[in-house]
């Protein structure tokens, strides 16, 4: 394809970048050939310019479209490059959390740094039985492909685990074997997955180390082979070792620490254990403080070492065995702190009593002073002579950790060795699963012996690497490709698989080239290679680094490509490896690769008195001498030297390494590449440099290349089609979808390379969906734009219309107004003119009143004038007489004054002359203590006084205050009003006098006002008493309201004590609702906790049940040929045996399991066993102790059983009492009265049937003299069935009339007895019968018939004639049905015909071949439904058929019955006469069946292990072996046998135990015995005689209540039973709803069209495959209506139908839910759309059963509510205030997850924003939940049996023939 299509305007491409290694761009010109340079925009806003290289013309990569951005697979991307795989990675590692990405056949894991819920227990379910394909990328998905691999290619496996230190191998690898241990289960061998995982943390304290890039790095590689045996369980497994960093003993760089292993030790030095081995600190042991960092962040190394301790215990290494181990470690840690003394001349020396030595020699048992000697001396051997020489402190240091090192490599093969033993299997393995954990690609600064090892390994497993992933992508998106180099035979199955699928699609062949690193691999391990150089110069006399070094330049640095030299160095050479280029330096190659100790020392510590030492060293000494592949574990740099040929490191780790290329291309691989984010250790944080650099390193790009290069994008033609519909015009259209989609891609892609066509499948190389996609986007986008172009044409002609509208309307309305505004212009003139005339009228008649007033008013003046100079003349005459008044009185005033304050004078000065000589003389009194004392007292009360006085006259003051404020205050105001008055008169004073010549008009006008003034004073004094009235009648109603308001606040005062006590009722009442729901939650608590015990007992009694039968076959094999009913038999005989007595109570059936546990402890001794040797070794497999456990165990439980289900039945019974005491009322005589109509019935049936027998016996006779019944077919047997079938017509005519006089009979009896004593408790509606005195009728009747029979009959033809009409009634009612049901099928047919003419002309439209196919097609479908139907006829058929088959022997064993009868009596009799009959008297049956002693194993056989549930369920009663085994109890409860009894009742418990172990994954068989198990636990407490069931039964059921036997104990026996079945019964329902739910509920598209489908890679969904039946929601209701119809038909109780329901529901709930939130591609808004559309298919279903009340909708919420959180808005704030406050049934981990996984499906979806994410976790962070992920799938509710009692009256059932149960008797 031309790059001038792909590079358009705004096209996204990538531009490298320093930091960021890769940056994105978009283009803001059409890019044409030729041009050099691109304009591109950036991210950030600015316009950069990209220069093209001229001569290679290479483009910037592009970028995939925003749809294909975070997909589950690398090769689902279009643009298969290295920043596509980059921005993948990064996307789903930041922004949606998920660490793990496919790349093809490989998983990519990015260490996340943080611990995630995604490990646990319920993940491992989930990802069980799961296609790879089908779920997200996980660890587990590539554990579950290995272990599937295996079961079905029979062909073993291995998990290749790699990445540089801190990436993750680790864990990987230990979550992988978590997950074998988990799914596959165990074999006979007890916890052998408990051991090894516990090997796990074992390797890690010995094996595992802090370093600057992880704080838990493996120092070592390791291979482990898990074991499975031919069921693909785990049997055992074996460990292989790879080089161990040894060094890291003696020396930690800094920040790093040693093996974890001695700061554990040091961590636990405080206990009492370890106090011999003198430890401390870390950082006081030089081997342990070297890095200056013995802490890491959150680990307790004294934890951990418990861990590691209990990990020794569970792999049954002794504790004495570990604290010899302890010892050695801490040996090491002292020999750390030797210290050796210089001396002159290359000598040193170390003193004796050194005290760390000495330690050391005491923990090794080793003599000090000879320890001390050889650590600074060395023997030197020549031919003739034996030379000891001392050695320098350098040298002696080395030794010393040579030493060190040396022995804890011994400890940790020794270690190694334990645990293979211990994993290791006595059964034959038949396949295994390898799990490789080994150091990734390796460069430093410094690289030495070490790394090139390290990376030496890396090659190889590339190697192999390169070779197994080129043969995938050759067939998985190459099409079948011819390769070279292929040698690996044993991935021949990859080429068998893909090449039928490639055969099918009928692709053609192509050619590819690859990468191989063969060169590089010889150049290290060929002949002459490096590793050969090494152990050549190693055997040199004088060899060196340097001359090795030498020699590689001149071997191999022209020979070879890889190898080079570099320029500023002699000692150091640099090899080209596959992911990068490593400068290795010489020093210390050849001493390493050596890996020497001083044998004397080694001597030292072989003479050592430690035994465990010994065994240390000896035992290895002899794995080394031998040359065998016994071998399991290379683990040193370092090894001993012996005399003759050692082999070197580098020979031995070649060796193990060719050993483990052959094991892994003997094995199917599978690859985790593990990924470090950053150097820094944050969580989710990716750097993009780093990141790049290892996935160059780990060939994940080497994997997208080869991807590239072929065709990885995969379509079918018809997800192609649906996808790019909108490329094509309806004329392209064609009926042939495959033409269709061809011709299309013809049309958008020119060039046909580009594309391949299959038979079913689209092939396309890299680059092209994303161009499609780019297609797909402009066309929707120009679609767009001619949408909006069309809208927006309509609004604006919209508007127009609109406009114009408005323009015409304003136009009528303006108009309007001017006409209006005219029209007022005259009105407006016209009204002036007469305005004008009054005007001027009324300016004359104001001029007139004028001049009037103004006459009046000087007349009014001057006459006021003379009466004011009256009054002013009287005025100042009055005002002298008051001055007058004033003045004499002040001067009198002031001379009395004067008088009174002289005398007071006086009067002061004698009383101080008084006071002055009553001072002194109080003076003198008051110097004694008396007068203090009553001074005190004195001035005490009058302290008191005067502050009461004083506050008395602060009230005072007070008040007169208050007075004076008001005085003053109203003194102001008048003050006020009299200077406005005084103004007033002034300024009428001065109107006066200028009006003084109207006086005398104005003293007229005063007399006047004078009169005016008199009639306002007496209206005035009017007004005053009728105010003083009204304030009378207003202080009586303010005193009547203040007394109405007085009782009204008695009475608010009474409500509010009212209130008050109310509200502490409602708190009481609160409390006590509480109170009720805390126990009913704890009564649910505690019988869940009860049938977990119970199911756990189960558990017990099952396993000691198949020990015992492991036993027994072991002891007599030859003896165990009996069927599995002797064995359930034998199983319950010490049941039978052990319940001797009269009361069978529970603590003896329970104890019977404790008893068989106790013998089979004393079988198990060794004085049992037979003598041959074989025997004798096999007892050790028996362990006694774990019987004891399981024995106190059993007690325990059952204890606790009979606690909690007596707590459990107080409950229920306070429950059932309210039910019991309404129910009692409603029992009465009336029961025993239709209980005699019923016998009397029985018995005239009887004597009719005796009568129509004797007949037929008669017949008989005459024709066939022989005693014999007749032959089926003979005249004899048809004339029987004859005659049988009338007298059966006429029993039914004649039971209805006596039934119906009967009834009247009742009812007159019932009259009688209305008042009577014994009709006390009987409730009879009488209403409808009429009493004989409200019936009109004459007199006459009672004379002819006394008794009243001819009204009785009369009465009886009267109901006779109802019977009759409601017959009739029946009859019209089923004519009406009929005729509705055949105008249904008519209108069907007229549907039909309808169709069929659509069709027919649709068909008459298409060409011959497609009309032959839709006629083919049609035909098929009619011939399918009539077959259909013409089988649901056949089987309506063949149950008509079994029936009457069932009567007809039925009807002739009566027969056969009344001639042996007729035999027996004819026989015994002595009359001459042959024909004569004697009748006997008709029994009454009493419900109960009689059996002989010991029958009680053949009624079992034959109603228990025997029976078909299918055949029961439609031929017989439900619940009919119940009825049948408690009517036998019965029958020993009569004879009073409890040995029978309890015999009796144990078979069947055993036997329906047996039935249920045995098919209890049939849902028929579980369902069955479950109904009927209830229905005897019902029997048994309705029939026990309790008074609370009594009430619930008829006077005839309680007559057969049991009357000797208690049996309530095995009523809780039963009840657990019944729990255990229904356990059995949900799992038995799990294990077929699994496989439907998911493809179901999630996977198919119920509505079409509406979900989109996105381009996938090679992985594609297992439920995309055509082949496939899809599984629809229809398929699971009918699965749901078949288990519902099934309970319905075995009698289920409708309580434990709706539990039944509610679980399921539970389970298609959380099996959804978990997968929804495990598949990232099932988390977009059309899938909500769906599962909604899916749940309410379900809720409809509910509705139409009738189980909506049954809890099993609000087990669906949390799926409701995940399937809305897909399709709300997901913006700003309010909108997650609203998901917090709608998704209250979704933990907050649920809800973020859903967010995270969100996937847009088409390009106008947006992602979810981190932000809000954040947002969501802010608000939720308060709330109160659990943290886990997943739902619990496998949880279980607890079941409630609730009573329900039977109205089937016993002795009206009758035993089946086809039971074969002759041997009972009907008593």
């Not at 750097?687 to 079918?716: E, H, K, N």
């Not at 396309?764 to 986007?777: I, P, T």
């Not at 009728?1337 to 009204?1351: Q, V």
């Not at 591609?1721 to 749940?1735: E, F, H, P």
Request: with cysteine; proline share 3%.
């Amino acid at each position: 394809m031309a790059s001038s299509e792909l590079y358009t305007k705004h096209a996204r491409v990538w531009l490298p970048d320093a930091v960021k290694v890769w940056k994105s761009a978009k283009l803001l010109r059409d890019y044409t050939p030729g041009d050099q340079t691109l304009f591109l925009l950036l991210d950030d806003g600015t316009e950069v310019e990209y220069e093209v290289d001229r001569r290679t013309n290479n483009l910037p990569p592009l970028r995939n479209p925003n749809i294909l951005v975070g997909e589950n697979d690398l090769t689902a991307l279009s643009y298969l490059n290295e920043p596509a795989v980059l921005h993948n990675i990064k996307v789903r590692f930041i922004d949606s959390k998920l660490i793990y990405t496919y790349c093809g056949i490989v998983l990519v894991a990015v260490n996340p740094y943080e611990n995630l819920p995604i490990y646990e227990a319920d993940i491992i379910h989930a990802y069980s039985g799961q296609n790879m394909a089908d779920m997200d990328p996980h660890i587990f998905a590539v554990a579950e492909e290995a272990y599937k691999q295996m079961a079905r290619d029979q062909q073993n496996q291995s998990i290749i685990v790699s990445g540089e230190s801190g990436a993750g191998k680790t864990v990987s690898a230990k979550y992988a074997m978590r997950y074998f241990a988990t799914v596959s289960g165990a074999s006979s061998e007890a916890d052998i997955e408990e051991r090894v995982l516990a090997s796990n943390p074992i390797m890690e304290a010995l094996g595992n180390a802090k370093t600057t890039r992880n704080d838990n790095s493996s120092r070592f590689g390791k291979y482990i082979e898990i074991g499975f045996d031919k069921k693909h369980r785990i049997i055992g497994a074996h460990m292989r070792t790879y080089l161990l960093e040894k060094s890291r003993v003696v020396f930690q760089a800094h920040g790093e620490r040693n093996y974890h292993i001695f700061y554990q030790l040091c961590a636990s030095s405080h206990l009492p254990e370890f106090k011999t081995f003198k430890l401390g600190e870390a950082d006081d042991f030089h081997y342990s403080n070297q890095g200056h960092n013995p802490v890491i962040d959150g680990v307790d190394d004294a934890k951990d070492m418990w861990n590691t301790r209990r990990a020794f215990s569970q792999l049954g290494i002794g504790e004495s065995n570990q604290m010899e181990m302890f010892q050695i470690l801490a040996a090491i840690l002292h020999l750390s702190n030797v210290e050796v003394k210089d001396h002159s001349g290359d000598r040193s020396s170390i003193l004796p009593d050194n005290a760390d030595l000495v330690v050391f020699c005491e923990l090794m048992g080793v003599p000090c002073e000879e320890m001390a000697h050889w650590l600074c001396h060395r023997k030197l051997q020549t031919t003739t002579e034996t030379y000891v020489k001392g050695v320098s402190k350098t040298n002696a240091v080395n030794g010393r950790d040579a030493l060190a090192k040396h022995i804890y490599a011994r400890l940790f093969r020794w270690i190694v060795g334990c645990i293979n033993n211990v994993l290791k299997s006595a059964v034959k393995q038949h396949s295994f699963i390898g799990v490789l954990d080994i150091y990734g690609f390796e460069t430093f600064d410094i690289n030495s012996f070490e790394q090139f090892c390290i990376n030496y390994a890396n090659e190889k497993l590339q190697q192999q690497f390169n070779l197994v992933c080129l043969l995938f992508y050759i067939l998985y998106c190459l099409v079948k490709t011819c390769v070279k180099h292929c040698r690996h035979l044993c991935l021949q199955h990859v080429f068998k698989l893909e090449q039928e699928e490639y055969m099918k699609e009928q692709i053609p062949w192509t050619l590819i080239d690859f990468y191989d690193n063969q060169p590089c691999i010889n150049l290290i391990e060929a002949k002459l290679g490096i590793l050969d150089l090494l152990d050549e110069e190693g055997k040199m006399p004088k060899g060196s680094d340097g001359t090795w070094c030498q020699k590689m330049y001149n071997t191999l640095l022209k020979q070879n490509a890889h190898f080079d030299k570099p320029r500023l160095s002699n000692r150091a050479f640099i090899i080209h490896h596959f992911a990068d280029k490593v400068e290795y330096h010489c020093d210390g190659f050849l001493e390493k690769n050596k890996d020497t100790v001083n044998e004397e020392q080694i001597h030292v510590l072989q003479k050592s008195k430690f035994h465990f030492l010994l065994k240390l060293f000896v035992g290895n000494e002899k794995a080394t001498s031998s040359t065998n592949r016994s071998t399991t574990s290379i683990t040193g740099r370092f090894g001993l030297s012996q005399r003759g040929n050692k082999k070197t490191v580098g020979l031995q780790f070649r060796h193990s390494l060719h050993l483990l290329m052959d094991t892994l291309n003997a094995t199917t691989p599978h690859y985790v590449r593990c990924i470090k984010p950053n150097d820094h250790k944050v969580p989710f944080s990716l750097d993009p440099l780093r990141a790049v650099q290892q996935l160059r390193a780990c060939g994940i790009l080497d994997t997208i290349r080869i991807s590239a290069a072929g065709f990885p994008s995969r379509w079918t033609y018809q997800e192609f089609f649906c996808r790019y519909r909108v490329l094509m015009k309806q004329k392209d259209v064609l009926p042939d979808g495959k033409l269709t989609c061809q011709n299309l891609l013809k049309k958008l892609i020119r060039d046909q390379n580009l594309y391949q066509f299959g038979k079913n499948k689209i092939f396309f190389r890299a680059g092209q969906v994303a161009y499609l996609e780019k297609l797909r986007s402009e066309q929707l986008r120009r679609a767009c734009v001619s949408i909006q172009k069309t809208i927006r044409c309509w609004l604006a002609r919209k508007k127009y219309l609109r406009m114009k509208q408005s323009a015409i309307t304003l136009q009528k309305h303006v108009r309007g107004h001017q006409a209006r505004c005219y029209v007022h212009f005259l009105r407006r003139t016209k009204a002036a003119v007469v305005i004008q005339r009054n005007v001027r009228m009324w300016a004359a008649r104001i001029r007139y009143q004028k001049l009037r007033s103004a006459s009046v008013v000087i007349q009014c003046f001057f006459r006021a004038y003379v009466a004011r100079k009256l009054y002013y003349k009287i005025l100042y005459e009055e005002k002298a007489l008051v001055i007058q008044k004033w003045v004499k009185g002040w001067l009198s005033r002031q001379h009395y004054q004067r008088t009174r304050t002289n005398i007071i004078l006086l009067q002061s000065c004698v009383r101080r002359i008084l006071a002055k000589k009553k001072l002194k003389k109080l003076k003198v009194e008051a110097r004694s203590v008396e007068h203090f004392k009553n001074l005190s007292v004195g001035m005490e009360n009058k302290i008191m006084q005067l502050q009461l006085k004083i506050e008395e006259q602060h009230k005072d003051v007070r008040e007169l205050n208050e007075r004076l404020n008001a005085a003053a205050k109203t003194q102001d105001i008048e003050r006020e009003r009299h200077c406005k008055e005084l103004e007033n008169l002034q300024r009428s004073e001065k109107k006066t006098r200028t009006k003084a010549e109207a006086l005398p008009s104005l003293m007229e006008q005063l007399s006047f006002l004078q009169q005016e003034l008199e009639n306002t004073r007496k209206q005035k004094e009017v007004l005053e008493d009728q105010n003083n009235v009204y304030k009378e009648q207003t202080q009586q109603v303010v005193e009547e309201l203040n007394m109405k308001n007085s009782l009204l606040n008695d009475e608010k005062d009474n409500l509010i004590k009212l209130i008050l006590e109310q509200k502490q009722q409602i708190t009481e009442i609160k409390a006590q609702v509480e109170n009720t729901e805390k126990l009913q939650k704890e009564l649910i608590e505690e019988r869940s906790r009860y049938q977990s015990l119970l199911c756990e007992h189960l558990h017990l009694q099952e396993l000691h049940k198949d020990l015992k039968e492991e036993l027994e076959l072991r002891l007599s094999p030859s003896k165990r040929s009996e069927s599995n009913y002797t064995s359930n038999s034998s199983e319950c005989s010490p049941m039978i045996a052990s319940t001797n007595g009269q009361d069978s109570s529970l603590d003896k059936v329970v104890s019977l399991n404790c008893f068989s546990l106790v013998q089979y402890g004393e079988d198990c001794r060794l004085d049992n066993w037979p003598e041959d040797p074989h025997w004798k070794e096999t007892p050790s497999t028996v362990d006694l102790p774990l019987i004891l456990k399981l024995q106190r165990r059993v007690r325990e439980v059952e204890k606790d059983k009979q606690s909690l289900q007596r707590q459990l039945d107080e409950k229920e019974a306070q429950e059932e009492e309210a039910k019991d005491m309404e129910e009692e009322i409603s029992v009465g005589r009336a029961e025993l009265d239709l209980e005699t109509l019923k016998r009397q019935e029985l018995a005239s049936e009887n004597k009719k049937l005796k009568q129509d027998l004797s007949e037929l016996r008669k017949s008989l006779t005459n024709e066939n003299s022989e005693l014999m019944p007749p032959p089926v077919g003979s005249t004899t047997y048809n004339v029987l069935l004859e005659q049988l079938n009338s007298s059966n017509e006429e029993l039914d005519m004649r039971k209805e009339e006596v039934l119906l006089l009967q009834s009247h009979i009742v009812r007159q009896e019932a009259m009688k007895y209305k008042d009577a004593a014994l009709a006390e408790g009987v409730s009879l509606d009488l209403s409808d019968v009429p009493s004989f005195q409200d019936v009109d009728r004459s007199t006459d009747i009672h004379t002819l018939n006394e008794d009243g029979e001819l009204w009785l009959a009369y009465e009886g033809l009267k109901e006779t004639n109802r019977v009759l009409e409601c017959q009739m009634q029946k009859l019209e009612m089923q004519h009406s049905a009929r005729y509705e049901k055949l105008l249904e099928e008519v209108n069907m047919l007229k549907e039909e015909k309808e169709q069929q003419q659509k069709l027919l002309a649709q068909t008459l439209q298409l060409p011959e071949d497609a009309r032959i196919e839709v006629g083919l097609e049609l035909e098929i479908t009619r011939l399918t439904q009539e077959n259909l139907e013409l089988m649901e006829q056949q089987d309506k058929q063949d149950k008509t058929i079994v029936n009457l088959k069932n009567d007809l022997q039925l009807y002739m064993k009566r027969v056969e019955e009344f001639q042996a009868h007729q035999r027996k009596t004819s026989i015994g009799t002595n009359s001459p006469a042959k024909g004569a009959s004697i009748p006997r008297k008709e029994r009454e049956y009493q419900g109960m069946l009689e059996y002989k002693e010991g029958e009680e194993s053949h009624l079992v056989k034959c109603l228990v292990l025997d029976l078909k549930a299918r055949g029961v369920a439609v031929r017989f009663l439900p619940g009919l072996p119940a009825y049948i085994i408690f009517m036998c109890l019965r029958y020993a409860d009569r004879v009073n046998d409890d040995q029978r009894a309890s015999t009796l009742l144990n078979s069947v418990l055993c036997s329906i135990k047996g039935v249920v172990k045995r098919r209890g994954k049939d849902f028929d068989v579980s369902s069955f015995w479950l109904s009927n198990t209830c229905r005897l636990l019902h029997c048994l407490k309705q029939y026990s005689g309790d008074e609370t069931f009594k009430t619930h039964n008829t006077v005839k059921q309680n007559e057969h209540c049991l009357t000797n036997f208690e049996l309530t104990e095995y009523q809780n026996v039963f009840a657990d039973l019944a729990v255990q079945i229904y356990r059995q019964l949900i799992k038995s329902m799990e294990d077929t709803l699994q496989p439907l739910i998911v493809s179901s509920m999630l996977e198919h598209e119920t509505i079409h069209g509406v979900l989109g489908s996105k381009p996938t890679g090679v992985r594609k969904r297992s439920s995309n495959s055509p082949e496939e039946d899809a599984v629809t929601v229809e398929v699971l209701l009918q699965q749901l209506g078949l288990w519902h119809t099934t309970m319905i038909k075995h009698g289920m109780d409708s309580g434990l139908i709706k539990q039944v329901v509610r679980q399921q529901f539970y389970i298609i709930c959380a099996v959804t839910l978990n997968h929804l939130l495990l598949r990232k591609d099932m988390c977009s808004w059309s899938k909500g759309l769906q599962i909604r559309y899916n749940v309410w298919q379900l809720e409809e279903w509910l509705v139409e059963l009738e189980l909506t009340d049954c809890g099993a909708k609000e087990m669906l919420e949390p799926l409701i509510q995940a399937a809305q959180l897909l399709q709300v808005k997901k913006k700003t704030e309010a909108d997650a205030q609203a998901i917090c406050s709608m998704c209250t049934g979704l933990t907050t981990a649920q809800i973020v997850k859903v967010l995270t996984l969100y996937t847009p499906v088409i390009e106008f979806e947006e992602r979810v924003t981190t932000t809000f994410i954040a947002t969501i976790k802010n608000i939720l962070k308060d709330r109160e939940e659990s943290s886990t992920l997943m739902m619990d799938a496998k949880k279980i509710f607890s079941v409630t049996i609730s009573f329900s009692p039977s109205s089937v009256a016993l002795e009206t059932i009758q035993i089946p023939a086809s039971l074969n149960l002759n041997f009972l008797n009907r008593i």
